[in-house]
Each structure stands twice: as C-alpha cells, then as structure tokens.
C-alpha cells in the first residue's frame, strides 16, 4: 500500500509536468519521525494517557506534520502552482498513505504476530 501512495505521489508531478506536489513527499517523512525519536519506534503511544513533556510533544508533532500533509497540496493550489487534477491525487495518495499507517499500528498492537 506504501509503494501505491508512492506511486500516486510520483504521478500526480509526472503527468501533469509540475514537480512541486513532491513537497507533500517530505511530510511522508516527517510523519514517523516523533514515533521514532519520542516513542522508541512505537506507534502505542499515540493512543496512551500517559501525560508527559516528550510524549505530548512527539504527539503534536504527528498531528502537525499529518496535517501539513493534507493542508500543502491546498496551499499550492491555492496559489495556482499546481492543478486540480494533481491536488486530488495528492490526497488519493495521502488516504492510502493513512490506511497503511493504521494498518501497521494495527498490526504492532497485536502479538499474535
């Protein structure tokens, strides 16, 4: 599902010529950064209580950087830098992007595996 997502991500610059939707690209990065720096290469904190200075950090830096994600494809086209067509790819690929995150979260919380 990751290697999709990219794949829309890489079409969505290719076919209409305009490589500026590759910045959401960047965010993809981002994203699992604070899970591994914060929470030890785990995604259980995101949905513990535990309250803490490093842990709320690590949790708003996620939603920052998925809400940087969806909010860059509206930017640039906002500012005309990229077309309707390439913004609604980009959030194709974010969605497929979103359920592999859930997926793997869903899979590392079970220990049957």
Not at 36 to 51: A, E, I, M, P
Not at 93 to 98: C, K, L, Q, R, Y
């Amino acid at each position: 599902m990751f290697s999709a997502s990219m794949l829309l991500q890489i079409l969505a610059c290719a076919v209409y010529n305009n490589w500026w939707p590759m910045l959401s690209a960047l965010m993809y990065v981002l994203v699992p950064m604070p899970c591994l720096f914060f929470g030890g290469g785990s995604t259980q904190f995101l949905t513990s209580r535990d309250v803490g200075g490093w842990m709320d950090a690590a949790k708003f830096l996620t939603g920052a950087s998925a809400v940087g994600s969806f909010a860059i494809p509206i930017i640039l086209r906002h500012a005309h830098m990229i077309s309707t067509g390439a913004m609604f790819i980009e959030f194709t690929s974010f969605i497929i992007f979103v359920c592999t995150v859930l997926c793997f979260h869903r899979a590392s919380l079970e220990d049957d595996w």
